[in-house]
């Protein structure tokens, strides 16, 4: 079975359960400060999982985009990605652990309607309970009826602390316990094993984990639980790319259907032979493609930042296995070739663009660095103070310091050093993340909610002083202030920036309502209401009108809310500051008072 089967047979599966499927949201989210990128199925429905009624009902499905960087470094084993697909399905308020269960089992085995897989190979975790919530027994006695009716022996449920059975997306937001199904890749394990012989086998990667079904029946709030949500949700999450491997028999992900074309790919341009080197290429190159497909340009700071960071590294394996000029290119046209049927908007022109213009800034950059490396020769030795100095003031990733020092028979000392700065960087880098987002739209406040809705009469004001061309590529709301960033190709004028304020502060003035209408996406369409950069809609959405006293539309977008239902409870409307964000994009910050 191959992956576009798999994925086909996942959303037929729960289509046939009652579940409607809804396509994947951008990899940036939307209206949603608390995380660069979408890192689970769940956030773009976290609206929904709080008691906000879907349009599309209460039970849906679909394969999601996925960005996670935080075990960059595990990158080039056989599991771990940058870029992945997370297959889900959600009950908001309707069937909850017992259903969530049979079906996940039933999916997985099943010859006839599933992916066929051994149930003797199955091994399960469930949570063992903690200060937050009960020992989850319910999930445990639900596993064991069905492991001792379809006749699987042996140990195979365990009890784990909330480290690995407790899900959340960040400090706020739906959470709540879950219970993880792994997969023995070896085959030798279908007698069952101890907790400790399970655990063992996970280090080992025998065993790897092929889905989690996440039971959302708490809130958290800047980090701590509150208590129970209004209605018990189920998020599930299947990763796309471990199934395959698991389906086709396969020890690694990049062994798949997914990764072979662009391995080869890479191997058929290079002249050196480098297992590890070849999949962070392969996986670093693939999840930059879907960054800049969804919006996201190289820079210092955030989004940006990872995106470039990610493209350098992949540039420093590519010479590592001496690959051929031109290399990045045919790299990027096998992995557009790879997802068409799935992913159109990946179109090659501005992406090859992007990726080789940053090619050539860290060439540039690597020329500074190696020209700092030059200066510790005297010394005779290398330290890890002297290596976090060359990459994070110059650029030079650590392995390539090493690498010089070898060259030049120089000893590298006091790694830890290396380590130690590298911990202060994150932590100064989280803290800055935290305080930048600081009273994210994820906890609904009541300023953050009105700086949402000022946001949107903001986008309308642009429109009318620039003209309609402008369109949002991005979006930051905290409690202190909003942020949008929108494509424009110059400096907007003092008189420019006056006469956006002052649209603004007249709208809120005039005290006009916000309304909330679900109608078909073509229907939206046909209207003209914004849509945000790069996400796909379902057929049924929801648009917020602000009206005018004779009922025409001031402004009208595609979005899940929270608004108010009135202007004028907004207060004054302020321009901070007017800025560049990278070419052909504009960044305003602004406040009410």
């Keep these: ?56 009902g209460k039970r849906l499905v679909n ?38 269960i049979g079906w996940s089992f039933e999916l997985l085995t099943s010859k006839e309607r599933g992916f066929g897989l051994d ?84 280090e080992e990667q025998r065993v790897v984990e092929i889905w989690n079904n996440v039971f959302m029946e708490y809130e958290k709030k800047n980090g701590k639980v509150i208590g129970r949500l209004p209605q018990k949700n189920v998020d599930t999450g299947s990763g796309l790319e471990r199934v395959t491997s698991v389906i086709q028999g396969k020890n690694s992900v990049f062994e798949t259907d997914l990764f072979l074309p662009i391995i080869q790919k890479i191997q058929s341009i290079s002249k050196t032979k480098d297992m590890r080197a070849e999949r962070i290429i392969a996986d670093h190159l693939r999840t930059a493609v879907f960054m800049i497909a969804d919006g996201v340009n190289p ?58 213009e940053e090619e050539q800034k860290f060439r540039k950059t690597l020329q500074e660095g190696l020209k700092q490396f030059e200066k510790f ?14 990459a994070f003031t110059f650029g030079l990733p650590k392995e390539l310091t090493i690498e010089l020092a070898q060259e030049k028979g120089l000893e590298f000392r006091d790694e830890g050093e290396f380590e130690e700065e590298l911990k202060k960087h994150r932590e100064l880098s989280r803290a800055g993340s935290e305080q930048k987002f600081k ?13 949402h809705t000022a946001h949107h009469l903001l986008l309308s004001a642009l429109q009318k002083v620039l003209g309609k061309e402008v369109k ?16 424009f190709s110059r400096k907007l004028t003092p008189d420019e920036l006056n006469a956006v304020e002052n649209i603004v502060n007249e709208h809120i003035k005039s005290d006009l309502p916000v309304i909330r209408r679900e109608m078909h996406r073509i229907e939206a369409e046909t209207l003209g209401a914004e849509m945000e950069f790069g996400t796909k809609y379902p057929e049924i959405v929801s648009i917020y009108f602000i009206e005018d006293k004779d009922g025409n539309a001031v402004s009208k977008e595609f979005c899940g809310g929270p608004h108010v239902k009135n202007t004028g409870v907004l207060g004054k409307f302020k321009i901070q500051k007017e800025e560049s964000v990278s070419a052909g994009i504009r960044r305003i910050k602004a406040t009410l008072t």
């Excluded at 990045?328 to 557009?336: A, D, F, S, V």
Aim: charged content about 25%; some cysteine.
């Design 472 to 487: 949002q590529k991005g979006s930051n709301i905290t409690e202190e202030r909003l942020r949008i960033d929108f494509s």
């Design 63 to 100: 394969v999601q985009k996925c960005i996670r960087t935080g075990d960059i470094d595990a990158i080039g084993d056989n599991t771990h990605l940058t870029f992945f697909e997370m297959m889900g399905n959600w009950s908001l308020g309707d069937y909850f652990k017992n259903e969530a």
């Design 119 to 202: 149930p003797r190979r199955l091994y399960v975790t469930v949570f063992e309970g903690d200060e937050n919530a009960p020992k989850d027994d319910e999930s445990f006695n639900i596993w064991k009826e069905i492991f001792d009716k379809n006749g699987v022996a042996g140990e195979r449920i365990y009890f784990m602390g909330a480290k690995s059975n407790w899900w959340s997306a960040g400090g706020n937001g739906p959470c709540g316990p879950d219970t993880e199904m792994f997969y023995d890749l070896t085959g030798s394990l279908t007698s069952g094993m101890t907790k400790e012989e399970y655990l063992k086998a996970d």
């Design 299 to 356: 820079s210092n700071t955030d989004r940006g930042y990872v995106l470039r960071r990610l493209i350098r590294r992949a540039v420093r394996y590519t010479d590592l296995v001496n690959m051929e000029d031109g290399g990045l290119k045919l790299i990027i046209e096998t992995i557009q070739s790879t997802y068409k049927n799935t992913y159109p908007e990946i179109t090659l022109g501005s992406i090859i663009s992007v990726i080789t």
């Design 377 to 390: 020769i005297p010394q005779g030795y290398i330290t890890g103070a002297n290596a976090s100095m060359l």
């Design 1 to 56: 079975m191959n992956s576009e089967k798999i994925r086909k047979t996942f959303l037929s599966f729960f289509e046939d359960k009652d579940h409607k499927v809804i396509p994947s949201a951008s990899l940036v989210p939307e209206n949603d400060p608390s995380v660069l990128f979408t890192t689970a199925g769940m956030q773009p429905l976290a609206p929904y999982l709080l008691g906000e009624t879907h349009p599309l």
């Design 439 to 451: 009273g994210g739209l994820a906890n609904t406040s009541e300023q953050t909610i009105k700086l």
